[in-house]
């Protein structure tokens, strides 16, 4: 059996207001579309949910229609471009909200032609009541539709509760003073309003509909019923409902209750009750994107009030200034006293008209001083008890007030203040003329910020537990380490006097560090699950697995150093041999901890690209510790035997280590390099220095978050590797002049005349630096290292001024 | 706990940390005895009388006792002390006796008694302790007297009516009638009357207070101790 | 007279036996103090009060050792809270241990950063992301914004920033302020 | 173009605090002309006093407190205040009553306590009971009606009694005990009620002459309650319980309880019902509570008169109440909209 069946009559709810409705003044004139405008404004979130993500580049071209962002998670939406041009910025821009804050959005410059691009539009569908639901949804998720009246909540989220409505709401009240966009749209466009309800009833799988439309717009009434008619037998089951006109029948709780009689509360969501609610203007957009592949790019805004010369209903590109339309409208009347966005009762109040449209803008009012409150002063309250009488969620706005006021919001919450809806109907009564919605918002922002305070200290709290259990277990570790390093140190004794050292004791220690890691591994599990219960499953998971892959790498890092140089020295030519003896004597002379390094790059020639390049990180921290002046020999030496690649590698190493070396190295060999390098060596070599850094630094940071970050996303991660990434090939570039510098000084003529050509692929550059960005990061470098060397006490070096 | 300055424990007393006033202890008594400024004086004095006992009896007493039944120990102190001066006012003063009734006994559980046994005489010698109860006591006479007298002046139009109860035949001639003829204010008699007017003497201690630190006069802000938990009197 | 001190011992004992076994029978198993007080401070590790971190301040606090006045980040509205756990009367912040300041995080300068690492040993929540001879960088999310980063860096790249506000986190100013402003202009006016 | 930024709502529908009193005096016109018609110009000679005095006193309590004088004696509630307090007051009492009465009301019971919005307390009726208690005798010698009496004192003759020196023969030749007065002596002497009500200062309904006091002040106090000025559950409960309670001991003891319409017509329970308990400040403000609170006021008025120690107990009821509103707004609050019953 139909629920329409059962509803035989109307509901009335608590309260509830009779407001100078004002509809007269723009409701008379049909939709007029907005002339195009030369620039618009698209802000990321204009609805409710996580803000969508940019598509687009700067200066990229756009067809109308195309996607500008993309839906950043489930509850967001997509963003279009409302007509063809250029993307001009994408920057935080203010947009209509009463903190001011900017948000970060899209700017399209139009380039006047409006044409739709190849791809832009999906293929129209004629026979949309026989589809399938979920391409339903998915087209309307595509489109980027959100809420139309005023909420902009994902329409497509919404959407997707098939199976657990029983009625459909087509909300048509449009209760609010001065708005008539959703009437004059019905009038015109009812049998789109239909379809689009009839759509969505296929798409949530419902087979009953209630519309219900407010008795003060009768000819929208008869045009409904009008299209009601044609669509026929397709719309059986639709009840079209005149409900009496009281503010605010218009919002979703009070109108859900005049209809069926079922009150939906904080506690109770719609759909818990079967029913689901969508605004008129809404449906008409889905029908536009499911017949036509429409996206949402414009919708209905009336703009009205005696403050405006000629008030009308206009059809709008969303991101459209406030001022074209208020232009086309025939500008201010002397009597403009404020500029409001949506109606007088929950508007909300701008300072100026340089704002864009955004999907939920559904009227623009400037109201003239006589037909808005002024900010009176307000007296005390006294109890009157006209709020409570006025109240459509049945609340003590009085009580709630007291409590507000004195910052008692643990009371305030207990007189359900999370059931007000700020619909303004005590404040519009009460003599006192206190600002009452306001104190509930201050009270409500106020109580969400303290929930946010606790949740991050609980995490900070956790996140501080964790760290004292990581310092411990790292002390740990670096006693077992320094244990390690001690036997290693003696084994490696023996190599020294064996150079030929049987590759099965290789093997056989890299079995034993892939043991080792897996033990780590199943530790860091372990232990991760003791230390950190706080944590959700997942977190649990995400953070064991990151811990032992970080474990892992650095067993096998310090490993690798070893097993290599093993490698290596078995592969060595008799000169080179030689060569190495020589300098390993050297080097064994001073320390034996920077040998591998040293040997690594005389013996480079045999090394795989990838053993290369972890040796050269290797080396250049042993450099950096050490005095350089037997390596750079040495390299100097072997240098001309390396390949063009191998070269750059290398130099980049070692550029690195004795840039950071001697306090007045980069700043000095800029100044005395710059002149022997031409601009595109430089370019060259600086490039392929930030790609061998860029490199590395994406592997590292991984690394640390999984020690560092438990608590981060995938996405998060990704962020921050990308801006690190992008950092450090800034100054890994700087370091590059200065590691050039080192280079070009160290090597003969050949050397420098393969310089050059060394990086044959330099897709991957960061955007190029020029000279002057160089040398002053280059000084910022100097300036840095001075104040260390200042700050250990040493003397400062006289370079340290430039 | 140092010692204190005689003077800082008379301004104390009499002004800073005004039992009346400030701490607002023993109210029951206080608003109940001061409808006439002889009634007043009257418990005030017997209030000194016992404090000037119980301070020096229990500061020498104060090494020998435990502090888990210090309590206790007080109590019974304080009331053999309210005992001997009740049967001293009965037997001395019969009528101002009458007049008080019952709340000389009640000073028993007047809180300033015991606070400040716990909270000065068990920590101080017998002397510094029995100048702390006079003057503590005297600071609560000068609150009752003033109390009392306001009520009576506003509510009989007199002051020191039945000044004989306590200074004998003599005493009649100390009655002011301050205004003839007058029909007199029976609110200020009556409790209202009380609270309204300690409220006023409060406020009015707070305007001398705010005075004369906005005259620049460094009056010593002298923390309130923390005599008893609850404020209000138990009867 | 023997029956008088017959009547009080008898008194006595019963009473005492009384409180007694209340004292067995209704014991109240709370939570332990420093828990509560741990829970009300704000976490933010920055050792600002003489201890440690925000635990060890709770419990020498339990134990009665430190002030409950030490905290800034809490501010008075946490000294309060405070108060009300140990049940005593609130007081002013020691100025000692610093003052009341809004939220704060930490930022580093990328260009400036030589990746030292030291700031990452400093940070108590391991809000701090790089490795050696990295440029690091601050997760803002965990930033409790307790400046113990600060001094540790050898560049001074770290510096302390407001918390910038959001859409998110924006709050609607209190009418009571706002008039407030208004009167007073308009009454210096008048 | 630059404009104002207001949180909405940003229409307002008009209502104001002098608006609601100001409709408050409106209603009290009715009742005031009646008790003139009835009293002689007595009641207005008091309503002068009363009313220059709260303005006074308001002015200096708001000077004091550094609030805007305009916007505060604009609204009109110091007004109020006044006439509420002069019409319960015998019309010929003399001046120094009244003024001692409303000063303490506007200073004492408004001020002291914050001000307009925050009396927990009627201000009106806590200087009523404070003249009342102080000044019995005073307060118990009203003017006899001109339906008892024959005439009214004029002009002349009141303002010599209310500013002049009072002897006691004139006083007696025109003031007579009220009727509720009267009841509980007689009561009190042994006599039945229908015995006391024979007497010529008993009308049909309540006291002769007040009844048509009482009506005036019920037509004011519907049409207040039409305006939705004053809340209707208010003296709806408080008339309702005061019959129901005098009903049951009428049928109880007719002759020791008067009948449930004497209590209805006499002494102050009609303006009590609709112009004192109805302040919004000092009442109970849900709907179910102003219902509670009104019953209360009822029931404790009947108490008060039929046991109590004083001869109507509807100023002692209301005070009582007040303090109770508090109380009953926590355990009576509505069912929030959407909230499981």
Same mark, same amino acid.
């Given at each position: 059996?139909?629920?329409?069946?059962?509803?035989?009559?109307?509901?009335?709810?608590h309260g509830g207001l009779?407001?100078?409705?004002?509809?007269?003044?723009?409701?008379?004139?049909?939709?007029?579309?907005?002339?195009?405008?030369?620039?618009?404004?698209?802000?990321?979130?204009?609805?409710?949910?996580?803000?969508?993500?940019?598509?687009?580049?700067?200066?990229?071209?756009?067809?109308?229609?195309?996607?500008?962002?993309?839906?950043?998670?489930?509850?967001?939406?997509?963003?279009?471009?409302?007509?063809?041009?250029?993307?001009?910025?994408?920057?935080?821009?203010?947009?209509?909200?009463?903190?001011?804050?900017?948000?970060?959005?899209?700017?399209?410059?139009?380039?006047?032609?409006?044409?739709?691009?190849?791809?832009?539009?999906?293929?129209?569908?004629?026979?949309?009541?026989?589809?399938?639901?979920?391409?339903?949804?998915?087209?309307?998720?595509?489109?980027?539709?959100?809420?139309?009246?005023?909420?902009?909540?994902?329409?497509?989220?919404?959407?997707?509760?098939?199976?657990?409505?029983?009625?459909?709401?087509?909300?048509?009240?449009?209760?609010?003073?001065?708005?008539?966009?959703?009437?004059?749209?019905?009038?015109?466009?009812?049998?789109?309003?239909?379809?689009?309800?009839?759509?969505?009833?296929?798409?949530?799988?419902?087979?009953?509909?209630?519309?219900?439309?407010?008795?003060?717009?009768?000819?929208?009434?008869?045009?409904?019923?009008?299209?009601?008619?044609?669509?026929?037998?397709?719309?059986?089951?639709?009840?079209?409902?005149?409900?009496?006109?009281?503010?605010?029948?218009?919002?979703?709780?009070?109108?859900?209750?005049?209809?069926?009689?079922?009150?939906?509360?904080?506690?109770?969501?719609?759909?818990?009750?079967?029913?689901?609610?969508?605004?008129?203007?809404?449906?008409?957009?889905?029908?536009?994107?499911?017949?036509?592949?429409?996206?949402?790019?414009?919708?209905?805004?009336?703009?009205?009030?005696?403050?405006?010369?000629?008030?009308?209903?206009?059809?709008?590109?969303?991101?459209?200034?406030?001022?074209?339309?208020?232009?086309?409208?025939?500008?201010?009347?002397?009597?403009?006293?404020?500029?409001?966005?949506?109606?007088?009762m929950?508007?909300?109040?701008?300072?100026?008209?340089?704002?864009?449209?955004?999907?939920?803008?559904?009227?623009?009012?400037?109201?003239?001083?006589?037909?808005?409150?002024?900010?009176?002063?307000s007296m005390p309250c006294i109890r009157c008890g006209e709020c409570m009488n006025a109240c459509p969620a049945n609340l003590l706005p009085q009580q709630m007030y007291w409590h507000a006021r004195?910052?008692?919001?643990?009371?305030?919450?207990?007189v359900n203040l999370?059931?007000c809806i700020e619909c303004g109907c005590c404040a519009a009564v009460c003599p006192s003329h206190l600002p009452l919605v306001q104190y509930y918002?201050?009270?409500?922002?106020?109580?969400?910020?303290?929930?946010?305070?606790?949740?991050?200290?609980?995490?900070?709290?956790?996140?501080?537990?964790?760290?004292?259990?990581?310092?411990?277990?790292?002390?740990?570790?670096?006693?077992?380490?320094?244990?390690?390093?001690?036997?290693?140190?003696?084994?490696?004794?023996?190599?020294?006097?064996?150079?030929?050292?049987?590759?099965?004791?290789?093997?056989?220690?890299?079995?034993?560090?892939?043991?080792?890691?897996?033990?780590?591994?199943?530790?860091?599990?372990?232990?991760?699950?003791?230390?950190?219960?706080?944590?959700?499953?997942?977190?649990?998971?995400?953070?064991?697995?990151?811990?032992?892959?970080?474990?892992?790498?650095?067993?096998?890092?310090?490993?690798?150093?070893?097993?290599?140089?093993?490698?290596?020295?078995?592969?060595?030519?008799?000169?080179?041999?030689?060569?190495?003896?020589?300098?390993?004597?050297?080097?064994?002379?001073?320390?034996?901890?920077?040998?591998?390094?040293?040997?690594?790059?005389?013996?480079?020639?045999?090394?795989?690209?990838?053993?290369?390049?972890?040796?050269?990180?290797?080396?250049?921290?042993?450099?950096?510790?050490?005095?350089?002046?037997?390596?750079?020999?040495?390299?100097?030496?072997?240098?001309?035997?390396?390949?063009?690649?191998?070269?750059?590698?290398?130099?980049?190493?070692?550029?690195?280590?004795?840039?950071?070396?001697?306090?007045?190295?980069?700043?000095?060999?800029?100044?005395?390099?710059?002149?022997?390098?031409?601009?595109?060596?430089?370019?060259?070599?600086?490039?392929?220095?930030?790609?061998?850094?860029?490199?590395?630094?994406?592997?590292?940071?991984?690394?640390?978050?999984?020690?560092?970050?438990?608590?981060?996303?995938?996405?998060?991660?990704?962020?921050?590797?990308?801006?690190?990434?992008?950092?450090?090939?800034?100054?890994?570039?700087?370091?590059?002049?200065?590691?050039?510098?080192?280079?070009?000084?160290?090597?003969?003529?050949?050397?420098?005349?393969?310089?050059?050509?060394?990086?044959?692929?330099?897709?991957?550059?960061?955007?190029?630096?020029?000279?002057?960005?160089?040398?002053?990061?280059?000084?910022?470098?100097?300036?840095?290292?001075?104040?260390?060397?200042?700050?250990?006490?040493?003397?400062?070096?006289?370079?340290?001024?430039? | 706990?140092?010692?204190?300055?005689?003077?800082?424990?008379?301004?104390?007393?009499?002004?800073?940390?005004?039992?009346?006033?400030?701490?607002?202890?023993?109210?029951?008594?206080?608003?109940?005895?001061?409808?006439?400024?002889?009634?007043?004086?009257?418990?005030?004095?017997?209030?000194?009388?016992?404090?000037?006992?119980?301070?020096?009896?229990?500061?020498?007493?104060?090494?020998?006792?435990?502090?888990?039944?210090?309590?206790?120990?007080?109590?019974?102190?304080?009331?053999?002390?309210?005992?001997?001066?009740?049967?001293?006012?009965?037997?001395?003063?019969?009528?101002?006796?009458?007049?008080?009734?019952?709340?000389?006994?009640?000073?028993?559980?007047?809180?300033?008694?015991?606070?400040?046994?716990?909270?000065?005489?068990?920590?101080?010698?017998?002397?510094?302790?029995?100048?702390?109860?006079?003057?503590?006591?005297?600071?609560?006479?000068?609150?009752?007297?003033?109390?009392?007298?306001?009520?009576?002046?506003?509510?009989?139009?007199?002051?020191?009516?039945?000044?004989?109860?306590?200074?004998?035949?003599?005493?009649?001639?100390?009655?002011?009638?301050?205004?003839?003829?007058?029909?007199?204010?029976?609110?200020?008699?009556?409790?209202?009357?009380?609270?309204?007017?300690?409220?006023?003497?409060?406020?009015?201690?707070?305007?001398?207070?705010?005075?004369?630190?906005?005259?620049?006069?460094?009056?010593?802000?002298?923390?309130?101790?923390?005599?008893?938990?609850?404020?209000?009197?138990?009867? | 007279?023997?029956?008088?001190?017959?009547?009080?011992?008898?008194?006595?004992?019963?009473?005492?036996?009384?409180?007694?076994?209340?004292?067995?029978?209704?014991?109240?198993?709370?939570?332990?103090?420093?828990?509560?007080?741990?829970?009300?401070?704000?976490?933010?590790?920055?050792?600002?009060?003489?201890?440690?971190?925000?635990?060890?301040?709770?419990?020498?606090?339990?134990?009665?050792?430190?002030?409950?006045?030490?905290?800034?980040?809490?501010?008075?509205?946490?000294?309060?809270?405070?108060?009300?756990?140990?049940?005593?009367?609130?007081?002013?912040?020691?100025?000692?241990?610093?003052?009341?300041?809004?939220?704060?995080?930490?930022?580093?300068?990328?260009?400036?950063?030589?990746?030292?690492?030291?700031?990452?040993?400093?940070?108590?929540?391991?809000?701090?992301?790089?490795?050696?001879?990295?440029?690091?960088?601050?997760?803002?999310?965990?930033?409790?914004?307790?400046?113990?980063?600060?001094?540790?860096?050898?560049?001074?790249?770290?510096?302390?920033?407001?918390?910038?506000?959001?859409?998110?986190?924006?709050?609607?100013?209190?009418?009571?302020?706002?008039?407030?402003?208004?009167?007073?202009?308009?009454?210096?006016?008048? | 173009?630059?404009?104002?930024?207001?949180?909405?709502p940003?229409?307002h529908l008009?209502n104001s605090v002098?608006?609601v009193?100001?409709?408050?005096?409106?209603?009290?016109?009715?009742?005031?002309?009646?008790?003139?018609?009835?009293?002689?110009?007595?009641?207005?000679?008091?309503?002068?006093?009363?009313?220059?005095?709260?303005?006074?006193?308001?002015?200096?309590?708001?000077?004091?407190?550094?609030?805007?004088?305009?916007?505060?004696?604009?609204?009109?509630?110091?007004?109020?205040?006044? %006439?509420? *307090?002069?019409?319960?007051? &015998?019309? /010929? $009492?003399?001046?120094?009553?009244? !003024?001692? +009465?409303?000063?303490? @009301?506007?200073?004492?019971?408004?001020?002291?306590?914050?001000?307009?919005g925050?009396?927990?307390?009627?201000?009106?009726?806590?200087?009523?009971?404070?003249?009342?208690?102080?000044?019995?005798?005073?307060?118990?010698?009203?003017?006899?009606? %001109?339906? *008892?009496?024959?005439?009214? &004192?004029? /002009? $002349?003759?009141?303002?010599?009694? !209310?500013? +002049?020196?009072?002897? @006691?023969?004139?006083?007696?030749?025109?003031?007579?005990?009220?009727?509720?007065?009267?009841?509980?002596?007689?009561?009190?002497?042994?006599?039945?009620?229908?015995?006391?009500?024979?007497?010529?200062?008993?009308?049909?309904?309540?006291?002769?002459?007040?009844?048509?006091?009482?009506?005036?002040? /019920? $037509?004011?106090?519907?049409?207040?309650?039409?305006?939705r000025?004053?809340a209707?559950?208010?003296?709806?409960?408080?008339?309702?319980?005061?019959?129901?309670?005098?009903?049951?001991?009428?049928?109880?003891?007719?002759?020791?309880?008067?009948?449930?319409?004497?209590?209805?017509?006499?002494?102050?329970?009609?303006?009590?019902?609709?112009?004192?308990?109805?302040?919004p400040?000092?009442?109970?403000t849900t709907p179910?509570?102003?219902?509670?609170?009104?019953?209360?006021?009822?029931?404790?008025?009947?108490?008060?008169?039929?046991?109590?120690?004083?001869?109507?107990?509807?100023?002692?009821?209301?005070?009582?109440?007040?303090?109770?509103?508090?109380?009953?707004d926590?355990?009576?609050?509505p069912?929030?909209?959407?909230?499981?019953?």
């Open positions: 059996m139909s629920v329409l069946n059962t509803i035989t009559r109307l509901w009335r709810f009779h407001v100078p409705e004002h509809k007269a003044e723009s409701n008379s004139a049909a939709i007029e579309a907005l002339p195009l405008p030369a620039q618009l404004v698209l802000p990321l979130q204009q609805h409710i949910g996580a803000a969508a993500r940019a598509c687009v580049r700067v200066g990229e071209r756009v067809h109308k229609g195309d996607a500008l962002a993309r839906a950043d998670g489930y509850i967001s939406a997509a963003l279009h471009a409302p007509t063809s041009g250029t993307v001009v910025a994408i920057e935080p821009r203010p947009v209509a909200h009463p903190s001011g804050i900017p948000v970060l959005s899209v700017v399209l410059e139009s380039d006047g032609r409006d044409e739709w691009g190849p791809n832009s539009l999906p293929t129209p569908i004629e026979d949309y009541l026989r589809l399938d639901p979920a391409y339903l949804r998915e087209r309307v998720r595509e489109a980027g539709i959100v809420g139309l009246g005023g909420a902009a909540f994902p329409t497509a989220v919404k959407l997707n509760a098939e199976g657990a409505i029983r009625v459909l709401v087509l909300n048509a009240a449009e209760c609010e003073p001065y708005i008539t966009c959703d009437d004059r749209l019905m009038r015109e466009r009812a049998h789109a309003v239909i379809g689009g309800l009839l759509l969505m009833r296929r798409a949530l799988g419902v087979k009953d509909c209630i519309i219900g439309i407010e008795d003060n717009k009768p000819e929208a009434a008869a045009a409904l019923q009008a299209a009601l008619e044609q669509f026929a037998d397709d719309a059986e089951d639709v009840l079209l409902q005149q409900i009496p006109t009281l503010y605010p029948s218009g919002s979703e709780q009070q109108l859900i209750r005049v209809l069926t009689g079922v009150e939906i509360g904080r506690s109770r969501r719609p759909v818990d009750s079967g029913i689901l609610c969508q605004n008129v203007a809404t449906a008409a957009a889905v029908h536009d994107a499911v017949t036509e592949g429409r996206p949402l790019i414009s919708r209905v805004v009336t703009v009205t009030g005696s403050g405006i010369s000629t008030p009308r209903n206009l059809e709008v590109l969303i991101g459209t200034p406030l001022s074209a339309l208020i232009e086309y409208c025939g500008g201010y009347t002397p009597r403009a006293a404020r500029l409001i966005i949506g109606g007088p929950m508007g909300l109040a701008l300072p100026g008209d340089d704002l864009p449209i955004t999907k939920g803008m559904n009227c623009v009012l400037v109201a003239g001083a006589d037909d808005v409150s002024a900010p009176e002063e004195a910052r008692e919001f643990d009371k305030a919450q207990q999370f059931d918002r201050f009270a409500k922002t106020e109580i969400w910020a303290a929930e946010r305070e606790k949740k991050k200290a609980e995490q900070a709290r956790a996140r501080h537990e964790f760290h004292l259990y990581r310092l411990e277990r790292e002390e740990a570790e670096k006693a077992a380490r320094l244990q390690a390093k001690k036997s290693a140190a003696q084994q490696r004794g023996h190599e020294a006097e064996t150079p030929a050292a049987d590759p099965k004791q290789a093997a056989i220690a890299a079995a034993l560090a892939r043991a080792q890691a897996k033990k780590a591994a199943a530790k860091a599990e372990a232990t991760a699950g003791e230390s950190s219960n706080e944590l959700s499953p997942e977190q649990l998971e995400k953070l064991a697995a990151a811990r032992a892959r970080a474990e892992a790498k650095r067993l096998a890092a310090t490993q690798t150093a070893g097993e290599a140089a093993n490698d290596a020295t078995a592969a060595l030519s008799p000169e080179q041999l030689e060569k190495l003896a020589a300098a390993r004597a050297r080097a064994e002379a001073k320390k034996a901890a920077s040998a591998p390094a040293q040997a690594n790059a005389d013996a480079a020639p045999a090394l795989s690209p990838e053993q290369l390049e972890k040796l050269a990180a290797a080396r250049a921290r042993a450099e950096a510790k050490k005095a350089a002046s037997a390596p750079a020999q040495a390299n100097a030496d072997a240098a001309p035997a390396l390949s063009p690649e191998q070269l750059e590698k290398l130099a980049a190493a070692r550029a690195r280590a004795e840039a950071k070396k001697a306090a007045s190295a980069p700043a000095q060999a800029n100044a005395d390099a710059a002149p022997a390098l031409t601009p595109e060596q430089l370019e060259k070599l600086a490039a392929a220095r930030a790609r061998a850094e860029a490199k590395k630094a994406a592997s590292a940071p991984a690394q640390a978050n999984a020690d560092a970050a438990p608590a981060l996303s995938p996405e998060q991660i990704e962020k921050l590797t990308a801006a690190r990434v992008r950092t450090e090939a800034k100054k890994a570039a700087q370091e590059a002049l200065a590691a050039a510098t080192a280079a070009v000084a160290a090597l003969d003529a050949d050397a420098q005349e393969e310089a050059p050509t060394a990086s044959p692929a330099a897709e991957a550059t960061p955007a190029p630096l020029t000279e002057e960005q160089l040398a002053r990061l280059a000084a910022a470098r100097a300036r840095a290292e001075a104040k260390k060397a200042a700050q250990s006490g040493k003397p400062a070096s006289s370079d340290q001024e430039q | 706990m140092s010692t204190p300055s005689v003077r800082e424990i008379l301004s104390n007393g009499l002004w800073h940390n005004n039992t009346g006033l400030v701490a607002l202890l023993g109210l029951c008594p206080l608003l109940a005895t001061s409808s006439s400024a002889i009634n007043g004086f009257g418990l005030g004095m017997a209030t000194v009388l016992v404090l000037l006992l119980t301070n020096t009896t229990i500061s020498a007493i104060r090494q020998y006792v435990q502090s888990e039944v210090r309590i206790p120990v007080y109590i019974v102190v304080i009331a053999s002390a309210v005992t001997a001066v009740e049967l001293l006012i009965h037997a001395l003063l019969p009528e101002l006796h009458k007049v008080l009734g019952i709340f000389i006994p009640l000073i028993v559980t007047n809180c300033c008694v015991l606070g400040r046994a716990e909270a000065f005489a068990s920590k101080q010698r017998p002397a510094i302790a029995a100048l702390d109860g006079l003057a503590t006591g005297l600071g609560f006479t000068l609150v009752l007297t003033t109390l009392g007298g306001l009520r009576e002046l506003i509510g009989h139009g007199t002051l020191f009516a039945n000044a004989n109860i306590m200074f004998g035949e003599a005493g009649r001639a100390l009655t002011l009638h301050v205004l003839e003829d007058y029909r007199g204010f029976l609110l200020a008699i009556l409790p209202p009357g009380a609270f309204i007017g300690l409220g006023l003497l409060i406020a009015g201690k707070n305007l001398l207070d705010a005075r004369a630190r906005q005259r620049g006069a460094a009056v010593p802000v002298v923390q309130a101790t923390h005599c008893a938990p609850s404020a209000l009197p138990t009867p | 007279m023997l029956s008088a001190v017959f009547a009080l011992t008898l008194l006595a004992l019963t009473f005492g036996l009384l409180l007694g076994f209340a004292s067995v029978q209704f014991r109240v198993e709370g939570d332990p103090l420093a828990d509560r007080l741990d829970a009300v401070l704000p976490q933010t590790q920055c050792g600002q009060c003489g201890f440690p971190g925000c635990r060890p301040y709770a419990e020498a606090m339990a134990r009665g050792e430190a002030d409950f006045n030490r905290c800034p980040p809490g501010g008075q509205a946490g000294i309060e809270a405070l108060a009300a756990v140990l049940g005593v009367e609130p007081k002013p912040l020691d100025p000692e241990n610093g003052v009341e300041q809004a939220a704060m995080i930490a930022i580093v300068d990328e260009n400036v950063c030589i990746g030292c690492t030291l700031c990452l040993q400093a940070c108590p929540v391991d809000a701090i992301l790089g490795s050696a001879k990295h440029m690091h960088t601050v997760i803002s999310q965990e930033c409790t914004g307790c400046g113990l980063c600060v001094a540790p860096c050898p560049v001074d790249c770290i510096t302390l920033q407001p918390v910038p506000a959001t859409l998110a986190t924006w709050k609607w100013p209190s009418p009571l302020i706002s008039a407030n402003a208004q009167q007073e202009p308009a009454r210096a006016a008048a | 173009m630059q404009f104002a930024t207001t949180t909405s940003h229409v008009g002098g608006r009193m100001r409709r408050v005096v409106y209603a009290l016109l009715p009742g005031l002309l009646a008790l003139v018609w009835i009293f002689g110009p007595g009641v207005l000679v008091q309503a002068a006093i009363a009313v220059s005095t709260a303005l006074a006193a308001e002015a200096l309590m708001l000077t004091l407190r550094g609030k805007p004088l305009g916007r505060f004696l604009g609204d009109c509630s110091a007004l109020v205040t006044a %006439l509420l *307090l002069a019409i319960a007051l &015998p019309p /010929l $009492a003399p001046w120094w009553i009244t !003024v001692l +009465g409303t000063g303490f @009301a506007i200073i004492i019971a408004k001020h002291l306590y914050g001000g307009l925050y009396n927990p307390f009627n201000p009106a009726m806590i200087g009523y009971v404070v003249l009342l208690t102080s000044f019995p005798r005073e307060m118990s010698s009203w003017a006899a009606p %001109l339906t *008892l009496h024959g005439s009214t &004192p004029d /002009l $002349a003759t009141t303002l010599a009694l !209310v500013f +002049g020196e009072r002897s @006691a023969e004139t006083l007696d030749a025109v003031t007579s005990a009220t009727v509720l007065d009267l009841l509980r002596t007689q009561i009190g002497l042994g006599h039945s009620v229908t015995e006391v009500r024979s007497s010529p200062v008993f009308g049909l309904l309540g006291a002769r002459g007040w009844e048509w006091v009482n009506l005036a002040f /019920l $037509a004011g106090g519907l049409w207040m309650c039409r305006q000025t004053a209707w559950q208010i003296p709806a409960g408080m008339l309702g319980a005061l019959a129901v309670i005098s009903t049951l001991f009428w049928l109880v003891d007719a002759a020791r309880f008067a009948p449930p319409w004497f209590h209805l017509f006499s002494g102050a329970a009609i303006f009590g019902a609709f112009f004192i308990a109805t302040d400040v000092s009442a109970s179910r509570g102003r219902l509670i609170y009104g019953a209360g006021i009822g029931v404790l008025t009947w108490v008060i008169r039929s046991v109590g120690g004083f001869p109507d107990g509807v100023a002692f009821a209301v005070l009582l109440m007040n303090i109770a509103a508090p109380t009953i926590q355990y009576t609050r069912r929030v909209f959407g909230a499981r019953a």
